[in-house]
């Protein structure tokens, strides 16, 4: 069964030899505080660093969750949080804000539609942090590097916050746009669940809360981190599997650009097939996260017929629950399992009309 | 390398061949809200109930490390909480509880000696929360179960929470007296960091607040379950490593007889080679981690000559750390695992006398 569902999704299959060596090796018996774990740490980081072109000055952290981030950056600054969103996962975020007593102000728009930069207003005089969702998973939505950047040169005072899920090591950031960038390894990274990571701009660093109350307190997980050591013990096999999985990735600019093809091709396919994009404007649609209309009778004959085929599509979210599917394009999924993909869908179409 | 660290520590040999089933059946490819995966997460709740002799009615939960259980805890009671310690570890939980703004009481007792009982005087017109270290890995004593039963019979109105870190799934613990458990997965179950496990009364989960502030409320996480869901995206590779772990062992009292056995074995042997073990009574002797004295000069040359003989002794903690040595008793050790200790002890002493 190929997994299509984005995330958990398809596991990188090299993921199999990496446990078996994580086995053999023993370095998932070390103590987080011994030599062998800091130097494994030191060479996931890097090697994340490297291949995702991230900033030197930039420094990447762990945690276990990407829900986890949420808690993490809500209680680690006092500030007004500008929710800007479009879609599910970008209102549970400043959902959560809100009920960990933040205000919050939120910023809704039209998933069809780009974000009026021009219309957000804050009180300057107040410290406001953005908080932005790079590709909203549910929708298959993203938010164009370049709206990223004008939110950056409007509001150049405030920090920005994108939850980078559906994003991270499969497109292309730009790093300096925004000051925390954070996602969980079952999407992008091809990894079993259990770690997001978390990558902080210098001026993050330096205007977070300067306290340790919670374990996992952004001060004291970067204090930590600068020691090579955690604020506990941490899920050891995820962070050796993350530096083996992304040691063996190409570099991501090549990944993004891999994605983006296949995604348009995926997209001209479909409506070449009849099936209309979730998301009509291009500009707006996600690369990595792909939905597709589909009326409820239809849908239901697609999915049984997929899994017969050994292909797993992704439900719909929310609103598009019952007339729609997800197709993740992820670095995991190889060019055959896309093959074989539209191969099904064109079968089930000739089906439909005969 | 035959890892006697008490945790990070010795992993179950068989998670090998589970991480290839894991992945085979890519069950860790499924989304945690599918039928696959909630399945599987009632298969291995079932399972440690079962082999862990957990009352019906009591609830297990999953979190991602023992240090989240002291967040969960402590977010999700309001009282005050009387932390009872001999030890670095039951320090460490009272200041936790001490930071995010909790009314602490202290009772610190040596680590030679049992929890004087009638000296705890509380004000019993409040509401308090008793918190012990079943295991205190720092120093290797236990709370024996008869202290805790006591604990509960003087102070019937109140919670008593323990932190089984070093004991659950190692020790027959008795369930009904108290009414918080938690451990994290890679000590006494043998598996990869990552996970922890909670275990709770009917009448915590009366009196958790009713609130859902943050992903980790006690109340979330426990309402989660009831639909067999989760808060977030879990770890699960380990949820299922942990089901087929428990699959694979026998009953705990029979664990606990082993263990119980052969650590008093080694004990034994021990001081028949003239090491003198940290705790002097036997009756405050952890069964699962063993701590052994040890003069700095000599400290060095075992370590050293273990390794070379494919052992890997755990570090002394704290004020202990130069002095003495620490060997974890856990199921997933062999018996040939310590026999081959012994025997490099044995060889050892005999090269030190000659």
Known sequence: MISFYPGPSKIEPLVKDFMQDAMDSQL???NHRSPQFMEMMKSCVEVVKE?????????VLFASSATECWEISSQSFDANFVHIYNGAFGKKWASYNEQINKTVTH????????????KIKVNKAQKNIFCLTNCETSNTTKVHSKTI???RSRFPKSLIFVDATSAMSGVNINWLSADFWYA???KCFGLPAGLSVMVCSPRLIKEMKQEDYHYNSLHSIYNNSLKLQTTHTPNILNIYLLKRVMENRPPISKVHD?????????IKELIRL????????????SNTVI???CDPDELKQIKEEAVEKGILLGNGYGPWKHNSFRIANFPAHSDDDFEHLITFLKSFKKGDKS
Not at 51 to 59: A, G, H, Q, R, V
Not at 258 to 266: P, Q
Not at 274 to 285: A, E, H
């Open 28 to 30: 998932i018996e070390y």
């Open 51 to 59: 291949k995702l072109n991230i900033p030197k000055n930039y420094t």
């Open 107 to 118: 910023f809704s728009y039209s998933p069809q539609k780009r974000i009026g930069i021009s």
């Open 149 to 151: 950047q004008k939110i």
């Open 184 to 186: 969980s390894v079952q």
């Open 258 to 266: 891999h994605l983006r093809k296949r995604g348009n091709r995926l």
């Open 274 to 285: 009849g099936f209309t994009p979730l998301i009509g404007n291009s500009q707006l649609q």
């Open 291 to 293: 939905g597709v209309k």
